[in-house]
């Protein structure tokens, strides 16, 4: 099974809490995740796109950097590790893209890879004019197919004469290559559509983790199930929050402080719920807000052995070819990883 890190390009990561670290994204902080991702054994790391932050006292996600540029510097900073950068399409045009992935392909030695995000966040895209109206909510997977279509017709032929709907290539040109005449493509739509999108065009298929590991296994069936009537070969990769203690306990205790500390207000962003008053609302409605405070992203928390063994079950889900990990501590939490939870993993051996 294959092992990730989705890495710190927006500050805090993915924990929307008083409690959890606080940092600023930066090129250091990420260069040194994943030197220590290299040196512990994980096989890739895929950095988000994102636009616009949630706010809050955390000023959640309101600093990022951006995708491309960050995994450029990180493959000339690392040697066998594989990178994702993430393009929102409506923000990128595709033979720009294209190009910007064979120039990080030579500079990584052929390492490079693009997260496929078609992009539903309106405020990302208009607060910049590029929003393509709202059209593109039900179209932007047929949007995806051509603009990916163009990508890997540059790659494979260096020519796109492609005339669709949404673009026109006249005789557009691309050299050089990519070493393999294409790079890996990633998507992590949730949605039957962009599930299918992704068995038809991707290489791996990102789903989010849930406590409850039926909901995976289901949603890992989905993508099965759109791959096997494309005729393509497509792995999963499972998104998990890892939070990793000496004992269960003391990550338990971990895991709780974080969620006491919820930013409700940067969670009442990201959920919609502007017109609530947080100050006001019961002790129901702030406890299940606090439960979101790690974008609902399925939490792995325990001891290494604990952290292991939920793995191993993991790995043993049809179709699941990789997890991909959220840490609190990135750069403390990627060398602990390696170091003591990595040998434990029976399905790593
Ligand atoms: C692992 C993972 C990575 C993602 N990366 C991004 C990203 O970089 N930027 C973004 O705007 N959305 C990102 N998304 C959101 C998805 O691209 C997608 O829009 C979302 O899951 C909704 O699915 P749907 O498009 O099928 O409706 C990510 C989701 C997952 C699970």
Known sequence: MDLGIFIPIGNNGWMMSKNAPQYMPSFELNRTTAVRAEEAGFEFLLSMVK?????GDTEFWDHNLESFSLMAGLAAATKDINLFASVALPT???????????TIDDISGGRFGINIVSGWNQIEYSQMGVWPGDWYYEKRYDYAEEYVTIMKELWADGVSDLKGEHFQMDDCRLSPPPKNGGVPLVCAGQSDRGMQFCAEYGDYQFIIGTADLDVVRNDAGRLMAAAETSGRDVGVYVLFQITMGE???EAEAKWQSYKDGADLEAIKFMTGQAELDTAGATAEKITEMQGAFNLNIGPIVGSHATIAARLDEVAAIPGVK???CVFDDYPVATAEFGEKIMPLMECRK
Not at 51 to 55: E, N, V
Request: proline share 5%; glycine share 14%.
């Open 322 to 324: 990789g997890v991909m």
């Open 92 to 102: 990128m045009e595709p033979a720009m893209v294209a190009r910007m992935a064979s």
């Open 247 to 249: 004992t269960d306990a």
């Open 51 to 55: 636009l616009r932050g949630f706010g």
